[in-house]
């Protein structure tokens, strides 16, 4: 069955997109924590970064290049910001299908619960 994000990727449910390539898509969190909260995520059904294989490493450095890319549109770049991607149960991992959450727009508190 197709998870959620596949089904953002598809257009088949609504999504603020604010970045489309090959590879990846970004949009805004349907549940933002921070000013500025969205997911950079690949287009292949890779589940976290744990079940990754190594023939996916392209898709992560672009992962990295796009979130750069992305970071200076939305003007993070300068005062700084965070990346996380949550795997598994422990890790907070609620959608199945790898995700980078990109979170700034203010000072942000660390270490996470
Ligand atoms: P995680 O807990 O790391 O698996 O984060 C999943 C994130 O995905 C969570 O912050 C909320 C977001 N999310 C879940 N469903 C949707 C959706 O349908 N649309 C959007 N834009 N975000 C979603």
Avoid: C
């Avoid at 990727?9 to 970004?26: G, M, N, S, V």
């Amino acid at each position: 069955m197709k998870g959620i994000f596949e089904k953002i990727i598809d257009k088949e449910i609504p999504a603020d997109i604010i970045h489309e390539d090959e590879l990846t898509i970004a949009f805004r969190d349907i549940s933002p924590v921070a000013p500025v909260h969205f997911l950079v995520i690949p287009k292949k059904k890779i589940t976290n970064v744990q079940t990754a294989s190594p023939q996916d490493s392209s898709v992560f450095s672009h992962i990295f290049s796009v979130i750069q890319q992305l970071a200076l549109k939305e003007n993070l770049a300068e005062d700084g910001y965070r990346v996380v991607t949550n795997i598994g149960e422990y890790g907070g991992q609620t959608v199945d299908h790898l995700h980078f959450h990109v979170l700034g727009g203010r000072a942000l508190q660390w270490p996470p619960g």
